[in-house]
């Protein structure tokens, strides 16, 4: 039996209503101050973290989220039983900057995790994420947690960046993207294989630890593998606190899903990956229970990223957000996101505007831990909206694409600077001057431009933006740093 978890979050809850206070609004603040400071409630037992990634969902792919056809009965019950936020976003349309900037609560900009040419690290990038990042995985080792990585990794594959590097006690699971390492017969298409994949066509390792243990990797068990993995993680430090970073591989393209969930969907292909990614997250919710842990752990689930629309049916849906990976709409970086801990987060739906980034603030907070304070920080504090005590300090969205800031949002409005689609897909690049204007309380689908009618509520987000990128700091960056 672990320690009893009730006290702990009731002294958490008490203390973070005095953090709501300290909090600035402004999202590039240092956060100092620790849980044991605000109520002495580290000493009690700090909770464990569970932060599960998806790759590619889209906004509109779970039942949660008004699709019609996919089932997810155990992410529509954290949801249900937690919080479902309709405003939270990946900090990046891509895969590697998203991640950087879930992992370290800093924009991807300022660590180097972008390219002027190159998206993402691919098979011959020479660099991954610095040594100098604090990443989520050293902050709460730091604290005494149990650290651990199941999934795709996709911040390096040199031995150098691997997440055994970067803070974390154990990884199983694949470098980078699953459609990397091509080894397609001669004069297949890129296309042709997508949609009819075999496992040989992707040479894409499986690592454990610093190891690499099958190659290719099976896909068709990947999920069910990441399940039973989180699963023993869990089981194996249930008498500690715990960190466990559950990133899935799915439903990035190419898809692939496990014997028992062919058909299981009546939406498709697509909509089996789906369903089978729920019942992994089903497994680590039975898991957490069995073990009489759920009352001392927090949940959460989200995406990367938008969906790959270019796929078409196998590329998932933004439902009423417009486009999807690649670019700065609204559909490229908002993604699902729902937080559960019984019995301390009281359910509810949340429009405060939410990022990944804060996980990284909200996280170290909760396990007593302090937020580095010789570097910016870009993740806040969203603990008071998690526990009913106020309202996240969060007010404003920044939106890079390559290095480049495209959009801002600043409460309901955001302005685009630049639109551009992705994958071949329209419209072309196109500079606004002056920037398009959208009301997302009315038109989250940004279908309606109003900066005609709202010169000066386009006047109010230049300004803010430029204050935004004068406080904001760029490396170098390494995407583009690629082998011959």
């Known amino acids: 039996m672990r320690r009893p978890p009730r006290t702990a979050a009731l002294a958490l809850m008490a203390g973070l209503a005095l953090l709501a206070t300290n909090c600035s609004p402004s999202p590039s603040a240092t956060v100092a101050t620790t849980v044991s400071e605000a109520s002495g409630s580290a000493a009690e037992g700090p909770p464990n973290i569970v932060i599960i990634t998806a790759d590619d969902l889209g906004y509109g792919d779970l039942a949660s989220y008004g699709h019609p056809n996919i089932r997810t009965p155990h992410l529509d019950r954290m949801a249900r039983e937690g919080q479902r936020w309709t405003s939270f976003y990946a900090q990046a349309p891509v895969c590697s900057p998203s991640r950087a900037a879930l992992l370290t609560g800093r924009v991807h900009l300022r660590s180097g995790m972008f390219g002027r040419r190159t998206a993402v690290f691919f098979p011959d990038s020479l660099t991954g994420l610095p040594a100098t990042e604090v990443t989520l995985a050293e902050a709460l080792r730091d604290q005494g947690y149990a650290t651990g990585i199941v999934g795709k990794w996709h911040l390096g ?78 089981e194996s430090h249930q008498d500690q606190p715990f960190f466990l970073y559950l990133p899935h591989t799915m439903p990035h393209m190419p898809l692939f899903r496990s014997e028992p969930f062919e058909g299981h969907s009546t939406a498709g292909t697509y909509g089996d990956v789906i369903e089978e990614v729920d019942s992994a997250v089903g497994r680590v919710l039975e898991t957490l229970e069995r073990l009489e842990l759920a009352a001392n752990t927090l949940v959460v689930f989200t995406s990367d990223n938008g969906p790959w629309t270019s796929f078409e049916t196998h590329g998932g849906s933004a439902g009423p957000l417009r486009h999807g990976k690649g670019t700065t709409f609204e559909g490229g970086m908002r993604v699902p996101a729902i937080f559960w801990w019984p019995g301390t987060i009281e359910p509810g739906v949340i429009q405060d505007i939410g990022s990944a980034m804060d996980l990284f603030t909200t996280s170290i907070t909760l396990a007593g831990g302090v937020v580095p304070a ?111």
Do not use: C
């Open 157 to 234: 594959h040199l031995p150098e960046y691997l997440p055994t590097r970067h803070g974390f006690d154990s990884w199983f699971g694949i470098p980078y993207s699953n459609d990397m390492d091509w080894h397609l017969p001669e004069g297949m298409a890129n296309r042709t294989a997508y949609f009819a994949p075999e496992m040989d066509y992707w040479h894409v390792p499986i690592m454990r630890n610093e190891e690499e243990v099958e190659r290719p990797a099976d896909q068709s068990t990947l999920t069910d593998r990441y399940a039973q993995e989180a699963v023993t993680f869990i």
């Open 374 to 484: 010789d570097r910016p920080i870009d993740g806040v504090d969203i603990s008071p909206v998690l526990f009913g005590t106020g309202m996240t300090p969060r007010d404003s969205m920044a939106y890079y694409r390559m290095g480049e800031l495209f959009a801002f949002r600043q409460g309901p409005y955001k302005v685009h600077f630049v639109t551009e689609g992705r994958y071949g897909l329209p419209p072309a690049r196109t500079e606004h001057d002056p920037p398009l204007l959208f009301d997302l309380r009315v038109d989250p689908g940004e279908r309606y431009d109003i900066s005609t009618e709202q010169p000066t509520t386009v006047a109010a987000l230049v300004e803010a933006a430029a204050r935004y990128e004068a406080n904001m700091t760029i490396a170098e960056p390494l995407f583009d740093l690629r082998g011959g």
